[in-house]
C-alpha cells in the first residue's frame, strides 16, 4: 500500500450492515508512501494515525501542482 497527501483511505467494515470509513490521507510518515498515515475522517474531522490493516485500501486522486510555474514571457 502506498499512497500521497490528499489520497483517500478507506476502511471496509468486517461486519455486515456497518458503514465503511474514510478520510484523506494529511500525513505521510515515509517517503515511499507506505504506512502510516495521519487521516482526517470525513465522518469527525478528527485527525488520527492509521496503520492500515487487510480491510483498508487507497482511493488515489489526481494530483496537480498546487502553483503551476508559467513562463512570464507567455510563450509557455
Known amino acids: ?6 489520497d483517500v483511505l478507506v476502511v471496509e467494515s468486517p461486519t455486515t450492515g456497518v458503514t465503511k470509513r474514510d478520510g484523506e490521507i494529511v500525513g505521510v510518515h515515509h517517503e515511499d508512501g507506505t504506512p502510516p498515515y ?3 475522517w470525513s465522518d469527525t474531522h478528527e485527525v488520527t494515525l492509521v496503520f492500515p490493516g487487510p ?14 510555474v508559467t513562463d512570464p514571457s507567455g510563450t509557455d
Do not use: I, S, W, Y
Request: glycine share 4%; net charge neutral.
Open 38 to 40: 495521519d487521516v482526517r
Open 1 to 6: 500500500m502506498r499512497a500521497q497527501l490528499g
Open 55 to 68: 480491510d483498508a485500501h487507497v482511493r488515489h486522486v489526481e494530483h496537480t501542482p498546487a502553483n503551476p
